[in-house]
């Protein structure tokens, strides 16, 4: 089983507000993503990083900004959350070099409010 | 532009009828496709991943091949605790995955 940890797991929370999902991963790996997935939809990827000191934008336009100071560490932030950000937030990480990439493990999910 | 299409959206069987979910896929330089399965409101759970034309996995009930342009998931005598949402993702460049819209199993007992 994954060891990859998010919290907090559920939050409601008032638009204009800073929030921090925070994710860890106790695997070593060097590769970590966040998703955002609506019910019922499908995962798009919102940030990734490749390693320490690397992030990178993902195929959805996020407002959120991440940062990779620790290598199992990988929060994301909302500056001024609003309604529009209401969804669950997926994190995950793989290992995984050269020709066969490693799969991707997932944590249990952050589902957000904003009201 | 990479595309993976799930087909079909949802499924409905009774316990032990044997099935086969579909996952299409038009991408540039396949590296390997993945299923995860996925329960309301959690994570999706890795299950296989597939790196070639004609390779296949295994675990339990679920068995996942690989052609050069699809991939199946053969689920065979399900149970109610099979139920759940697949999903399926390839990788083309770097370590990004992208993500069909998933097929829906319902196993009725």
């Known amino acids: 089983e994954a060891d990859i940890y998010q919290t907090p797991r559920y939050l409601v929370i008032g638009t204009g507000k800073k929030i921090t999902l925070e994710c860890s991963q106790t695997m070593g790996h060097d590769k970590m993503y966040w998703y955002q997935q609506d019910p019922g939809m499908e995962l798009h990827l919102i940030h990734y990083?490749?390693?320490?000191?690397?992030?990178e934008k993902g195929d959805l336009s996020s407002e959120s900004t991440v940062s990779r100071i620790r290598t199992e560490h990988f929060p994301l932030t909302l500056e001024s959350a609003r309604p529009s950000h209401t969804s669950q937030y997926l994190c995950?990480?793989?290992?995984?070099?050269?020709?066969?990439?490693?799969?991707?493990?997932f944590g249990p999910g952050t589902r957000l409010l904003v009201l | 532009e990479d595309q993976v299409t799930q087909s079909p959206e949802a499924l409905r069987l009774q316990e032990g009828e044997s099935s086969s979910l579909n996952c299409s896929y038009t991408?540039?330089?396949?590296?390997?496709l993945f299923w995860y399965r996925q329960d309301p409101g959690k994570g999706p759970e890795f299950l296989f991943t597939l790196y070639s034309a004609g390779e296949e996995k295994e675990k339990e009930r679920l068995k996942a091949t690989l052609t050069k342009k699809e991939s199946f998931l053969h689920i065979t005598a399900p149970k109610p605790e099979d139920s759940a949402t697949y999903l399926c993702?390839?990788?083309?460049?770097?370590?990004?995955?992208?993500f069909g819209e998933g097929t829906q199993l319902t196993v009725n007992p």
């Open positions: 991408v540039s330089g396949l590296r390997g």
């Open positions: 993702a390839v990788q083309t460049s770097g370590s990004r995955l992208t």
């Open positions: 990083s490749y390693g320490v000191n690397s992030t």
């Open positions: 995950a990480s793989s290992a995984g070099q050269g020709a066969f990439p490693g799969a991707q493990y």
